[in-house]
């Protein structure tokens, strides 16, 4: 236990500090190349954890009902800035206050979410990054029909709890059709679906599977990389992440640029900018990874032209 003078020197100790929060629904531990991403874009521009700033991370461990509890902690301390790792984290941060800056790490559709007026002016005390998923689904279904050009029925594994997901889903449709492919939709809202989901799509004749992002399932990449090989489906998804873990390929934002990202917007914010005069960007850097381990264990070879373009490829 901290003695009265270790407790007053840690807390003055602090005072000088920018001091920074950061909140998310999954768990740190499943997170740990964005939140490295977000501490190297602070170094590069000179702040050091420890130092010159102090940052209180907050997990909501993958339940949702914990966020407001954590949120108005966070608000308590009086953050100078709170970072936001996905769209419920910034929906109760949202409700929580209206004067500390928020920063948005990722948003698949911050205006449909009401979090800003607009991406240009947001008008708000919130502002950061978009991740533009809905509008990615269409590429990733192209791609996967490339992968597997005889595939004519298609799984797609989604929530409909998740902002943005029926922006997505109408995305894929529209792209099904032009591809002459046939979509099964499987919600996921808890991690008791994913089972279900994965043996209503064999029962459904379904050939290949496309994964839509959200924070109820990213969390669970393993079982679901897992489960997309034991039943021998080709499978794509948003995240990189869910590639190392097992995953066939993945195409969508770098979602660890996106983080190293939200490190200017911090910055920013603490050198005097306002959220409400910083637009939303959207991002720049897009990425294809590649499990061949994976595809040699669902006996699928990835035509060469399709790995020509990955940005990464694991052997």
Do not use: C
Request: no cysteine; proline share 6%; hydrophobic share 45%.
């Amino acid at each position: 236990m901290l003695s009265t003078f270790a407790f007053y020197a840690d807390a003055q100790q602090h005072s000088k500090q920018a001091q920074i929060g950061l909140l998310t629904t999954v768990p740190l531990a499943t997170i740990t190349e964005r939140l490295e991403a977000f501490r190297q874009g602070l170094r590069e521009l000179g702040y050091i954890e420890g130092e010159n700033i102090f940052i209180d991370w907050r997990s909501a461990e993958g339940d949702e009902r914990r966020l407001p509890a954590l949120a108005a902690e966070l608000v308590r301390r009086r953050m100078q800035v709170i970072v936001s790792a996905g769209s419920p984290p910034t929906r109760v941060l949202k409700e929580a206050t209206s004067t500390i800056p928020i920063v948005m790490a990722l948003d698949p559709d911050a205006v449909g979410n009401k979090f800003v007026a607009s991406l240009a002016r947001p008008e708000r005390n919130i502002t950061g990054l978009s991740l533009l998923s809905p509008e990615i689904t269409g590429k990733q279904l192209e791609l996967l029909k490339e992968v597997v050009p005889k595939a004519t029925r298609v799984a797609v594994l989604g929530s409909s709890s998740r902002p943005g997901n029926s922006q997505a889903l109408k995305e894929t449709e529209l792209t099904a059709k032009k591809l002459g492919l046939r979509i099964q939709y499987l919600d996921i809202r808890n991690t008791e679906d994913i089972e279900p989901a994965f043996r209503a799509a064999t029962k459904g004749r379904a050939e290949a599977l496309l994964l839509l992002a959200g924070p109820q399932v990213n969390y669970q990449r393993k079982h679901f990389a897992k489960l997309a090989a034991m039943n021998r489906l080709p499978a794509i998804f948003e995240r990189a992440e869910f590639v190392d873990d097992g995953g066939l390929m993945a195409y969508g934002a770098s979602i660890t640029a996106l983080f190293r990202r939200a490190a200017v917007y911090v910055d920013k914010i603490l050198k005097g900018a306002k959220p409400a005069d910083l637009p939303i960007e959207q991002p720049t850097k897009f990425e294809l990874v590649i499990n061949l381990k994976t595809a040699k264990q669902i006996g699928l070879t990835v035509p060469p032209n399709v790995l020509a373009r990955a940005d990464r490829v694991i052997k």
